[in-house]
């Protein structure tokens, strides 16, 4: 069994969903954590300490960012923050005739209080310049549309965004290592 620490319950859904397609049952436990660092490992690393020293238990954490071509580490760990002041609008402002290849990154921290182990999962694609709707809230899906797809992350169904997703990479990665870890 794996604890999942997150405020966010779609994440966790994702995430939950990834793990039990290997066999692995997760719990959830939603708490807030403050973000602090430079990168997002900084920062998950950050959320997993806040997390351990209250649930003194064995979890994970994750923590994401969208990351565009033009602007280097732009919005990356400010994604979210990037999006509520200036919303799409001032995002396909900030784009405009420029080269929208964007990367989305998630970083998933495994943590027993002792040990600090990270995963990574990227995907490569490109920012629309419209919004779309769909099942998946984020606001950077709703915008993104992976290479070699025609449509955006926030409209392809569950088992796709299981197949592709960023946050589905990260959390394969650390499926595989935590099967090993408990032979």
Same mark, same amino acid.
């Given at each position: 069994?794996?604890?999942?620490?997150?405020?966010?319950? %779609?994440?966790? #859904?994702? +995430?939950? *969903?990834?793990?039990?397609?290997?066999? !692995?049952?997760?719990?959830?436990? #939603?708490?807030?954590?403050? *973000?602090?660092?430079?990168?997002?490992?900084?920062?998950?690393?950050?959320?997993?300490? %806040?997390?351990? *020293?209250?649930? *003194? &238990?064995?979890?994970?954490?994750?923590?994401?960012?969208?990351?565009?071509?033009?602007?280097? #580490?732009?919005?990356?760990?400010?994604?979210?923050?990037?999006?509520?002041? +200036?919303?799409?609008?001032?995002?396909? /402002?900030?784009? &405009?005739?420029?080269? /929208?290849?964007?990367?989305?990154?998630?970083?998933?921290?495994?943590?027993?209080?002792?040990?600090?182990?990270?995963?990574?999962?990227?995907?490569?694609?490109? !920012?629309?310049?419209?919004?779309?709707?769909?099942?998946? &809230?984020?606001?950077?899906?709703?915008?993104?549309?992976?290479?070699?797809?025609?449509?955006?992350?926030?409209?392809?169904?569950?088992?796709?965004?299981? &197949? +592709?997703?960023?946050?589905? !990479?990260?959390?394969?990665?650390?499926?595989?290592?935590?099967?090993? !870890?408990?032979?």
């Amino acid at each position: 069994m794996v604890l999942v620490v997150t405020s966010n319950s %779609q994440k966790f #859904e994702q +995430i939950k *969903e990834v793990l039990q397609s290997v066999g !692995i049952s997760t719990d959830h436990y #939603e708490m807030k954590m403050k *973000e602090h660092g430079d990168s997002i490992e900084e920062i998950v690393k950050e959320k997993a300490k %806040q997390a351990f *020293e209250k649930l *003194e &238990e064995p979890l994970i954490v994750d923590d994401e960012g969208t990351f565009f071509r033009e602007f280097k #580490e732009f919005p990356g760990t400010h994604s979210k923050r990037i999006y509520e002041a +200036i919303g799409y609008e001032g995002i396909f /402002r900030l784009l &405009e005739g420029k080269n /929208r290849d964007a990367v989305m990154r998630t970083i998933i921290c495994y943590t027993d209080g002792s040990r600090y182990e990270m995963f990574e999962g990227r995907v490569i694609g490109r !920012i629309t310049n419209m919004v779309y709707s769909g099942a998946i &809230e984020l606001p950077y899906a709703r915008i993104f549309i992976p290479d070699g797809y025609v449509e955006v992350m926030s409209m392809m169904d569950n088992k796709k965004i299981r &197949e +592709i997703s960023h946050r589905a !990479i990260a959390v394969r990665k650390f499926a595989n290592w935590f099967k090993e !870890i408990k032979k």
